[in-house]
């Protein structure tokens, strides 16, 4: 068995959240890299309550994030997180947590990624005028554990009053508010920053388990990191009218992010149940 290639190799987590003690128990117990974080500005890139709008997709301002870290340290091997929370783009009556984590090796030429999705997040807003009884918007809001942003009710956001968990700020952040907001209304919403968001902070701790345990496992043909699960075989028969399902399930197929090598991975149905069967239950 060979050691890992990014065994005890500097790895750059371009941040400015602390996002570092989320990420890094994942990669020291999976990868063994030397994984440190550097605090860059980069919200050029979008911030997370929205005054400067994200152009690129998540992924891609993660990759532009990393390269920032890996220009300013001259480092090759470099990681990055971006996730969005709002409607969920399967279910869009409910909010969800989506976070991308990428591991990029510009040695290798290679991109390793991953995305986990979560409905465990915190995720509150409410317009109010100073004064409302706001007790049972607090408590979904899950207040002073998630922290809250106050801002003036406009369509485009500013002056927004960041990171409150006090009880007493809140009160002056919407007094504040309120004096220049066009209609004295304010917007009270969840700082959504992985920093004041417990509910987020699970959910980066998940995708980095996952990311850490793809990168720590490498490709059987050519020993480059990332190897896991890219795509799924369809094409299961119903267990009882034995009709065939073309979209169902079936298997995972394991690949590389560098050679076409593929195998397939672990069986996830070895038949279709007659509930999900197009003949038996229409
Ligand atoms: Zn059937
Ligand atoms: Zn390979």
Redesign the pocket.
């Known amino acids: 068995m060979t050691a890992h290639p990014y065994l005890e190799k500097k790895v750059v987590l371009t941040s400015k959240h602390e996002k570092l003690k989320l990420i890094k128990p994942a990669f020291d117990a999976l990868v063994g890299c030397e994984l440190f974080e550097e605090n860059l500005d980069t919200d050029q890139l979008g911030t997370f309550s929205g005054e400067i709008e994200r152009v690129a997709s998540p992924r891609e301002t993660a990759l532009q994030k990393a390269r920032l870290g890996m220009k300013e340290t001259g480092l090759l091997l470099g990681l990055a997180s971006e996730g969005s929370i709002g409607p969920d783009p399967v279910i869009p009556f409910m909010n969800s947590n989506i976070e991308h984590l990428v591991f990029v090796d510009d040695e290798n030429g290679i991109v390793i990624s991953e995305i986990y999705r979560s409905f465990d997040i915190t995720a509150a807003t409410i317009t109010a005028a100073p004064g409302q009884d706001l007790t049972s918007f607090l408590g979904t809001a899950d207040f002073p554990r998630h922290a809250l942003i106050v801002r003036p009710n406009t369509r485009v956001k500013s002056d927004c009053i960041k990171g409150i968990t006090d009880p007493d700020h809140l009160i002056a952040a919407i007094e504040v508010s309120s004096k220049i907001s066009p209609n004295g209304f304010v917007v009270i919403e969840s700082d959504l920053r992985a920093m004041h968001s417990p509910s987020r902070r699970k959910n980066i701790e998940e995708v980095a388990k996952l990311l850490a345990l793809r990168v720590s496992h490498l490709c059987p043909e050519c020993d480059i990191p990332g190897w896991g699960q890219v795509d799924y075989k369809k094409g299961l028969n119903?267990?009882?009218?034995?009709?065939n399902n073309l979209t169902a399930i079936s298997q995972e197929i394991l690949g590389c992010v560098k050679c076409d090598h593929r195998q397939p991975g672990k069986v996830i149905a070895e038949s279709?149940e007659?509930a999900q069967?197009?003949?038996?239950?229409p």
């Open positions: 119903c267990s009882e009218c034995g009709m279709l007659p069967c197009n003949f038996c239950n």
